[in-house]
């Protein structure tokens, strides 16, 4: 395959899709920024499925340290065949989706609108049921996307709870470094974490570590090498995997690490060393001045380091989408895959 797929052409547009969002939503995100912080909220849920739940859970993790309220993903099973929570006006109900078709997502979002809950959903058509739905529709302006595996959707919904959530807690220093993001984002596309290629080109099995907000891109990473490469990989919190999945860990067996700047770093890395010293082919992505161990692929440093991982995100999606096509597939056509899938 010598013309460039429509999935590496879709992530390189994310910097240019990602700074038109930010410019397009300003107005909208302060106006609901201050909704936010006028109203006593008791419960925050997020919504969505796949590389969107994702977002939805990088969202939460890093607006529930920033706001100290809980904010927590939930299955949309638990409303809609348990319909609860019950949901009302204090409970903010907010959805993560590319295409706002699923229709687990738009009843489950209907649930809480209809007990008088505020609603926002973070969509790429702002004509889909989950958008016209929801009190707040946020239009995630990523342009059209038809690559079964999303790339610029993801980065753009990640940007988008970072947006909200810096508008909310009036912080400027992320709000700054958001409207740098792009030309950041520009530098990680062509940053070279060919590397991994090598060390993966054979691989059936991996884990994907990471902590802390960087958790929630891990989910993403193996979602990917899943879909694009075909590899069992699966995504664990750097905490977790001492436990019980470390004693799948053999000599070679390979595992890639997550590492930007942020209070997880530190032992995200120290997880990682210990694995080297059983025999581990461990590859570390990380972002600053790390010492005590090898740091394979260079995340980009962003201006915030929040923003960091948007930026391992960037660069990891060049790698993949030619890690598959090295391993003979692709990463256009999945199997068994469709671009929107309506679960119920």
Known sequence: MNSPTQMFKEASEAPTRVAHQLAANAAAVSELAGELRANACEAMLTLARGSSDHAASFFAYNAMAASKRVITSIPSSLVNLFQ????????????????????????????????????????????????????????????????????????????????????????????????????????????????????????????????????????????????????????????????????????????????????????????????????????????GNVSGVASDLTIVESRHPLLDGICAMQSFYVMVEALARLRGLNPDEPAHLSKVTRTH
């Not at 899943?226 to 470390?246: D, L, N, Q, R």
Request: aromatic residues 6%; contains cysteine.
């Open 84 to 287: 609860a929570p019950s949901g009302g006006p204090n409970t903010w109900a907010f959805a993560f989706s590319q295409s706002g078709q699923s229709p687990d997502l738009v009843a489950a979002m209907a649930h809480f609108a209809n007990a008088g809950s505020p609603t926002v959903a973070w969509v790429n058509d702002l004509k889909s049921p989950l958008a016209t739905g929801a009190r707040w529709a946020l239009d995630l302006h990523a342009g059209p996307e038809t690559s079964v595996a999303a790339t610029k959707s993801y980065l753009a919904q990640l940007v988008a709870g970072l947006h909200l959530q810096a508008l909310w807690q009036q912080d400027d220093h992320l709000a700054d470094a958001l409207s740098a993001l792009p030309q950041t984002m520009n530098r990680a596309l062509t940053e070279n974490w060919s590397k991994a290629l090598d060390r993966l080109a054979r691989v059936h099995q991996l884990y994907v570590l990471g902590r802390g907000s960087a958790w929630p891109l891990a989910m993403e990473v193996a979602l990917k090498f899943k879909e694009t490469c075909g590899i069992h990989a699966e995504a664990f919190s750097s905490a977790e995997v001492v436990h019980g999945p470390m004693a799948l860990v053999q000599p070679g067996f390979a595992v890639l690490v997550i590492a930007p700047r942020g209070p997880g770093q530190a032992d995200a890395l120290a997880v990682s060393k210990a694995l080297r010293e059983r025999g581990a082919a461990v590859l570390v992505a990380a972002s």
